[in-house]
């Protein structure tokens, strides 16, 4: 499976955090498969820049 890009801006304080996963798709002759989930990822906000 090939890879593609997601992005997101989200106005976040510092110390905030947020937790996700992701998991990949690819559809072959309208058929979509899924492969499996990823471990969970959690991000944290650092001081603004």
């Known amino acids: 499976m090939s890879s593609?890009?997601?992005s997101r801006t989200v106005n976040y304080t510092s110390g905030d955090?947020?937790?996700?996963k992701v998991r990949p798709y690819k559809k072959v002759?309208?058929?979509?498969?899924?492969?499996?989930w990823s471990n969970v990822v959690t991000i944290?906000?650092?001081?603004p820049v």
């Not at 955090?17 to 996700?20: I, N, S, V």
């Not at 002759?29 to 499996?36: D, E, K, L, P």
């Open 4 to 6: 593609g890009k997601l």
């Open 44 to 47: 944290k906000a650092g001081l």
């Open 29 to 36: 002759n309208g058929v979509t498969y899924y492969g499996a």
């Open 17 to 20: 955090t947020e937790q996700f």
